[in-house]
């Protein structure tokens, strides 16, 4: 089903960028000067590509047309619990200065608390509303996928998405430099 592998690819780039951002956390943490620009196109992505476009498809296409008014509500919780934990990487990172142990450290922080919640979310997701859309809203699949195309257009503007996948491809060659070099065996 179209509209669930798009979830899912969604998915998979929100997961990928988590484990880049963890990785770029830590080698700050330990004192190397990871350039402020990684985290605030991390920050970006959070803002625009996760809240604005994925969290916006799923709280305004898919959520209204659950019969599981429970599961709606919990993912909904979810989502505000996220946003307030974006704001507050965000608010770290603004305070972030390369090389500073202590303001790296509460970016490692913030990231690791905002990781862990949307991990844990889209476990869920996976788990609870992946089945129950396709199993529920077959028949609507191409009304869905058009309604996402207008979110994309209408929230974020066309192009933007694509642009933010791309961006996402930029990070493994930016954190590589400052990732802890193997220790040579004696
Ligand atoms: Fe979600
Ligand atoms: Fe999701």
Redesign the pocket.
């Known amino acids: 089903m179209e509209t669930t592998d798009t979830l899912q690819t969604e998915h998979n780039a929100v997961l990928y960028v988590l484990d880049q951002l963890e990785q770029a956390t830590s080698a700050a943490g330990g004192g190397q000067p990871v350039p402020a620009d990684f985290f605030t196109d991390v920050g970006e992505f959070f803002r625009v590509f996760v809240d604005q476009c994925?969290?916006g498809k799923?709280e305004t296409v898919l959520f209204p047309r659950l019969s599981d008014v429970r599961l709606r509500q919990m993912?909904e919780a979810?989502?505000n619990q996220g946003r307030q934990l974006a704001k507050a990487y965000a608010a770290a990172v603004d305070a972030y200065v390369p090389g500073d142990a202590a303001s790296a450290a509460a970016v490692q922080r913030a990231a690791s608390e905002y990781a862990t919640r949307l991990r844990e979310?889209i476990a869920r997701?996976t788990d609870r509303l992946l089945p129950v859309v396709e199993k529920e809203l077959a028949a609507d699949d191409n009304d869905l996928a058009e309604a996402f195309e207008r979110i994309e257009t209408e929230r974020i503007g066309a192009g933007t998405h694509e642009r933010l996948h791309g961006m996402i491809e930029t990070l493994p060659g930016r954190v590589a430099p400052f990732l802890a070099a193997p220790v040579a065996s004696r």
Do not use: C, F
């Open positions: 994925h969290h799923e993912l979810e989502h979310h997701e």
